[in-house]
């Protein structure tokens, strides 16, 4: 049976191109959830304290799509959504220039 598994495995790496095979090993730890309470927590790394995750640090935690968890310290939320607004704005100038010249509100885009 072990030749049989090896066989398996050696055979499925050879059909997956290498390229398509990526290791992340920085800034990774594997960390239980646990109960506290009525709430899951997970805690995080003390490492991490001097990237804005000391303790009593108010943090947004957001589902993606795809299931993943992003956890973001909140006083790093208003500079995100500022940068995205400027690069939105950037992007579509044009369009919202038109918006704001149909404005019914006259001129109320021009704060």
């Given at each position: 049976?072990g030749?049989?598994?090896?066989?398996?495995?050696?055979?499925?790496?050879?059909?997956?191109?290498?390229?398509?095979?990526?290791?992340?090993?920085?800034?990774?730890?594997?960390?239980?959830?646990?109960?506290v309470?009525?709430?899951?927590?997970?805690?995080?790394?003390?490492?991490?304290?001097?990237?804005?995750?000391?303790?009593?640090?108010?943090?947004?935690?957001?589902?993606?799509?795809?299931?993943?968890?992003?956890?973001?310290?909140?006083?790093?939320?208003?500079?995100?959504?500022?940068?995205?607004?400027?690069?939105?704005?950037?992007?579509?100038?044009?369009?919202?220039?038109?918006?704001?010249?149909?404005?019914?509100?006259?001129?109320?885009?021009?704060?």
């Amino acid at each position: 049976m072990g030749e049989r598994c090896g066989w398996l495995a050696s055979s499925w790496f050879a059909t997956v191109p290498s390229a398509d095979i990526r290791v992340y090993t920085g800034g990774m730890k594997v960390v239980k959830v646990r109960r506290v309470g009525n709430s899951n927590v997970v805690s995080i790394p003390r490492e991490l304290e001097t990237r804005g995750f000391a303790p009593g640090t108010s943090v947004l935690v957001e589902e993606l799509e795809s299931g993943e968890l992003r956890i973001i310290p909140t006083e790093q939320v208003r500079a995100r959504i500022r940068d995205v607004g400027h690069r939105l704005v950037g992007e579509h100038a044009e369009a919202l220039k038109i918006l704001a010249e149909h404005d019914p509100a006259g001129g109320a885009a021009e704060r």
